[in-house]
């Protein structure tokens, strides 16, 4: 396996999102802004957001490295593919115990490296990535087996259809920052069992993370099968130039661009990217599990997930219980020990401006409020507000608030969802289940969950996708085989005649049979019909004779 940590030292900084400013105002220990590239190690933060202290040094991959990566990548892939599914299976199971084993040290790094609570890195980024592991190795061969396709013997003699599932070949990866152990396992684990080879490129924001998901696979794969790619922007054109599919989440902007550069290569690609998810609460909605789900939803990873609840809409009915509620438990949180601390200053400045201007359009803050300048403690904050044009409802705001809107029933809360330009996840809250099966199938998001929200993106067996801005890419579930692996149809023909019946020559016997044929099989009315069966069984014979 090629791990680019150590050893290259070219540095790559492309056009990667600004890494984040240093702040001198802010206390030692306090949780602050990392500094900018220090134009040794590329464009990696040195510090952890957490509290300053510095993290190990990550050196770029070159741009000019990825193309020889590939090759090797690809030669590697050919014996690979060449393995039966359970062979290949059968390599990457102790993958599942490696991690296990592992549980701490994952959990230890994420929480350095990104600032989530430890117990949140060992509930999100370790336990279910050991049940994935399971998931594909266990179905990976049922889900692999070809279908076979039948042939009419009369219209078709002797002909035999199968469908393979055919490896892509080189899937590259683009990872963001995060989720940085848990989204990369999602492709590289069902890409390598379907007999491709990875190239991953993971955020310039938590590389650590990503050289440590590839030593997961260290001494399993053969050499050069996955290959670790470090760096920003640059590094990730450059995966986009050399691979066969490109499997990307990250956000919009970015997402549009790998897009286009595909569409160019004329390669497919799969794109998840960013959520403006909502939560409804309809009036009979149970108050303590609600405002508990809704809560934790919020504020899981303070916000920084493609699923966070950026907008509940509340049925006025009910508001009077809920709210107070809701704000109730968020003022008992503590950032930066019950949830995230931000992980970047440039996150942090988008969710202060958000706030603000929500704030500039009438917005109330219930509960929390933006930190003081430089810290990235920013407090899980409730507004509540009446208007929909602002950024805090319109735009993804990647951040621990939850904008409360109250709404006049269901019918109201569907039309602001479906509204959004994002289509991710939506939740609803009722004891009225059917009638949010009902609601379910109205809504445009590519996940909803009734009386929980967003943990399904951990659950191998469902596929997570979205619509719209969301992107339109699947992982989990055989749907994300099916991007990870393209259909192969094989036909196999024993018919031992001379020639086929629409093969030359083209003659006048063989013109009266393709119109008998169409007037036999509901062209003419049924005396017609009748007629060109006759027709037929008295040309097809001439026909075999080579009329
Ligand atoms: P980002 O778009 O800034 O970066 C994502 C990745 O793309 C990084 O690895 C980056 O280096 C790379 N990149 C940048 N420019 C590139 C280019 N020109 N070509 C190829 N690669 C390039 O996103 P981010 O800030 O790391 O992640 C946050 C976003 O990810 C949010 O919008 C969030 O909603 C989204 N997200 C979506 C899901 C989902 O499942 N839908 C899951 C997690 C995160």
Same mark, same amino acid.
């Given at each position: ?340 601390? /931000? +992980? &970047? =200053?440039?996150?942090?400045?988008? *969710? ?5 201007? @929500? ?5 109330? %803050? ?57 289509? /991710? +996840? &939506? =939740?609803?809250?009722?004891?009225? *289940? ?5 609601? @379910? ?5 590519? %996940? ?58 083209? +003659? ?40």
């Amino acid at each position: 396996m090629d791990v680019q940590q150590d050893g290259q030292a070219a540095e790559a900084q492309g056009d990667a999102p600004e890494t984040n400013e240093t702040n001198e105002t802010s206390a030692p220990s306090a949780p602050r802004a990392t500094p900018a590239t220090d134009g040794a190690s590329g464009p990696f933060p040195t510090q952890s957001p957490l509290d300053g202290s510095a993290l190990p040094a990550v050196t770029a991959t070159s741009p000019s490295e990825v193309p020889a990566l590939a090759r090797k990548a690809r030669e590697a892939q050919k014996a690979w593919a060449a393995k039966t599914a359970r062979e290949r299976a059968s390599v990457i199971a102790p993958v599942k115990q490696r991690i296990l084993a592992r549980a701490e040290e994952i959990a230890n790094l994420v929480h350095r490296e990104c600032g989530k609570p430890v117990e949140e890195a060992a509930l999100a980024e370790v336990l279910p990535n050991a049940d994935l592991v399971e998931y594909w190795t266990d179905a990976i061969e049922e889900l692999l087996e070809g279908t076979t396709v039948e042939f009419d013997p009369l219209a078709y003699p002797g002909k035999l259809g199968r469908i393979h599932k055919a490896p892509r070949g080189l899937v590259g990866l683009i990872t963001p920052w995060n989720y940085p152990v848990a989204i990369p396992l999602r492709t590289i684990v069902p890409a390598l069992l379907a007999g491709n080879a990875v190239l991953f490129k993971p955020s310039e924001i938590t590389p650590r993370a990503g050289a440590l998901v590839a030593s997961l696979f260290e001494g399993l794969l053969p050499d050069g099968l996955l290959a670790l790619v470090q760096g920003g922007g640059d590094v990730g054109a450059a995966v986009v130039d050399e691979a066969d599919i490109v499997v990307f989440t990250g956000s919009v902007a970015t997402g549009r661009r790998v897009a286009v550069r595909c569409a160019e290569r004329l390669i497919p690609c799969s794109l998840e990217l960013g959520g403006k998810d909502a939560a409804i609460v309809l009036a009979d909605a149970p108050i303590e599990r609600t405002a508990n789900g809704i809560v934790w939803g919020a504020f899981t990873n303070a916000g920084q997930n493609c699923a966070s609840i950026e907008r509940v809409y509340v049925d006025r009915k009910i508001a009077d219980k809920l709210v107070p509620r809701l704000v109730e438990l968020t003022k008992k949180l503590e950032p930066g020990r019950d949830t995230a601390v /931000l +992980t &970047t =200053s440039r996150q942090c400045d988008i *969710v202060r401006r958000h706030l603000a201007e @929500a704030e500039a359009a009438g917005a109330e %803050v219930l509960a929390g409020g933006a930190p003081e300048a430089g810290s990235l403690a920013f407090a899980p904050t409730v507004v509540k507000l009446d208007r929909e044009d602002t950024p805090l409802l319109r735009e993804e705001t990647f951040g621990p608030i939850l904008p409360i809107v109250l709404v006049d029933g269901a019918e109201d809360a569907i039309t602001r969802v479906n509204a959004s330009s994002f289509g /991710l +996840t &939506t =939740s609803v809250w009722t004891r009225r *289940v059917g009638a949010a099966h009902e609601l @379910a199938r109205r809504l445009k998001t590519g %996940v909803v969950t009734i009386n929980n929200h967003g943990f399904t993106a951990a659950v191998a067996a469902a596929p997570w996708t979205g619509t719209g801005e969301s992107g339109y890419g699947i992982t989990n579930s055989p749907h994300a085989l099916g991007e990870l692996t393209r259909p192969q149809f094989v036909l196999e023909d024993r018919n031992k005649a001379a020639r086929e019946l629409w093969w030359y020559p083209y +003659t006048p016997v063989l013109r009266k049979i393709a119109f008998a044929m169409a007037r036999a099989r509901g062209g003419a009315g049924l005396f017609g019909r009748i007629a060109a069966v006759f027709e037929l069984a008295l040309a097809l014979p001439k026909r075999l004779l080579g009329g």
